[in-house]
């Protein structure tokens, strides 16, 4: 596959206008997990291009990032174009309790300004098939804050599957015993990927041309 073109597009917060988030039909695949899962590392690695900002620090988005990405191939019909979302992450905010439920507020406020998330009405043509990923660290699986965001994104109707990264970090046999227990812990396999070694990048990239032919408006 190809990327053709990558570049940002907006930012969301808590309680600004939601006017410039994009609802012209296309999909949005958007990335959530713990803070310093690595999403704005890995949202580099599929678009190939430094468009993310990335920390060593947790805690560093503090905002819905939003970022158009036109790609060639990867599971898609030639070519298509969506929106990759980098959401902040949980489990960890500097300013304690009160920042960490301003960074909740953002992810909640984007998946529930994606208008029909609490109905069973129409897609219409402003409204985009919205999924997600749930990244979660392949060190540490099964932790607490992981499966809470789990029941989270099912409890708003999001369609979403599970990708663990840092793989490379692992070796053989914690690998195997890591995405084993992740798989009984979410009830599906966790795609294994390393934005460091590419590892799993071509194989993220149909599982996204996937979520965005058939997740949920």
Not at 164 to 178: G, H, Y
């Amino acid at each position: 596959m190809k990327i053709l073109s990558a570049e940002f597009v907006t930012s969301a917060a808590a309680g600004g206008s939601t006017a410039g988030i994009p609802r012209d039909g296309l999909p949005h695949i958007a990335m959530t997990g713990r803070s310093n899962v690595g999403k704005s590392t890995l949202l580099n690695a599929l678009c190939r291009a430094q468009v993310a900002r990335t920390s060593a620090a947790p805690g560093k988005t503090r905002l819905a990032n939003i970022y158009r990405v036109m790609v060639e191939g990867g599971g898609g019909p030639g070519k298509w174009t969506l929106y990759l979302v980098d959401l902040p992450g949980y489990g960890y905010a500097r300013g304690g309790a009160d920042a960490a439920a301003e960074l909740r507020a953002v992810a909640e406020r984007y998946f529930a300004d994606r208008e029909g998330f609490a109905d069973s009405g129409p897609r219409t043509a402003d409204r985009g098939r919205v999924a997600a990923l749930l990244l979660v660290d392949s060190r540490h699986p099964g932790l607490d804050s992981d499966i809470q965001a789990a029941h989270w994104l099912t409890a708003m109707h999001v369609d979403f599957r599970v990708v663990a990264t840092k793989i490379d970090k692992l070796s053989r046999t914690e690998r195997a015993r890591n995405l084993k227990a992740l798989e009984l812990t979410f009830g599906m396999a966790a795609l294994p990927v390393s934005a460091a070694s590419g590892e799993g990048m071509d194989i993220l990239w149909k599982m996204i041309a996937s979520l965005a032919r058939t997740g949920h408006a």
